[in-house]
């Protein structure tokens, strides 16, 4: 059957699941969330096993009836993700998914998610889904809608604010969801308990232009080396401390490093911990340029950290314009020799 959101959270209170989910939408954080409470429901109705099966290029279909046939050794039930970015499996995915829904196998249940949808994409295989279980179509919100989503969240979170509190928010983060969700979760920190109204989320609230150590490692791992620059000059002028800035982009570098190295990206991401749209993130990135410039680039922070703290000579912050080129642009990457 097809649902929306709010009904699909409240059928997963059930004592059972349905023995497919289709989880389908171009709204990252939304999409996100609903994945997650299905896959914490699973776990907690004794599916404890769980396989991830990542659709790339050259993904051989025939892995999706060897999961479903397989014998779990450690688990009597079994999860099975299926992640299929695209939202098109072609003509010998749609025939394996459709085989599937035909016989589900028992204590199994099959998520499939997609970012990346649209009305066209729902052909045979989505009915087949609908069938055998759940298609859940995750749209993104329509301007009106975003109070209301915004509002209903601030509550879930313990937070009381007053309509033009919630319009204010709406106002700055211009439909991004995630963007929302992160703001509403430094007001509960910084807030607390208490009614919040226009004039107190003004003063904690930094408008869509903040910048912060997120959005720069984002814009310099997407390849937006101009808004990347800027991000950190504004971290600059807003008295940032270097150390910890430079902390996160080392993280990030070595996550960049090892996926780089690894022959199983898919494997290594799921290593890492990374959900879809890092993932995809990372992977864009890693296109740009050859392992070794990630190792240079964690060789050239390694520089910066050593200038920050007095034992080596240079502009610390000078340098770290320098590596935020680099990453966000790898021709730019002659600037650390």
């Known amino acids: 059957m097809s649902t929306g959101l709010a009904p699909f959270h409240k059928a997963l209170g059930a004592q059972e699941l349905a023995p497919v989910y289709l989880l389908a939408g171009a709204e990252p954080l939304l999409l996100l969330e609903a994945a997650d409470a299905l896959r914490a ?76 949808w649209d009305r066209k994409s729902e052909g045979a295989w989505v009915k087949a889904i609908e069938k055998a279980g759940v298609y859940v179509p ?3 919100l329509k301007p009106h809608e975003l109070p209301g989503w915004i509002g209903q969240r601030m509550r879930s979170r313990g937070l009381a604010a007053t309509p033009d509190a919630i319009a204010l928010l709406a106002e700055r983060v211009e439909g991004n969801l995630l963007a929302a969700a992160q703001e509403i979760d430094k ?88 959900w879809q749209a890092r993932e995809q993130l990372f992977r864009k990135a890693l296109k740009r340029a050859p392992a070794d410039h990630w190792t240079r680039c964690l060789v050239h922070a390694g520089l910066i950290d050593r200038i920050a703290k007095g034992r080596a000579s240079g502009d610390p912050w000078r340098e770290l314009e320098r590596l935020v080129a680099a990453i966000a642009e790898p021709r730019a990457a002659a600037a650390l020799a």
């Open 41 to 116: 429901r699973a776990r907690a109705l004794g599916y404890a096993e769980r396989e991830v099966l990542d659709v790339e290029s050259g993904f051989d279909w025939n892995d999706l009836a060897r999961a479903a046939a397989g014998m779990s050794l450690f688990a009597a039930r079994r999860l099975l993700d299926l992640r299929l970015p695209s939202g098109k499996p072609g003509k010998d995915g749609a025939a394996a998914i459709v085989e599937y829904c035909a016989a589900p196998p028992p204590d199994t249940v099959l998520l499939v998610t997609c970012t990346q």
């Open 138 to 140: 995750v749209w993104a």
């Open 187 to 274: 007001l509960v920190v910084l807030h607390g308990e208490g009614r919040l109204d226009a004039a107190t989320l003004e003063s904690l609230v930094a408008d869509s232009a903040r910048y912060d150590a997120f959005r720069l490692s984002d814009a310099a791992f997407g390849g937006e080396a101009a808004r990347a620059l800027r991000v950190l000059a504004g971290l600059r002028g807003e008295g940032e401390d270097l150390i910890p800035l430079l902390g996160w982009l080392i993280s990030q570098l070595g996550t960049a490093a090892r996926l780089a190295a690894a022959r199983d990206f898919a494997a290594a991401a799921r290593a890492e911990g990374l």
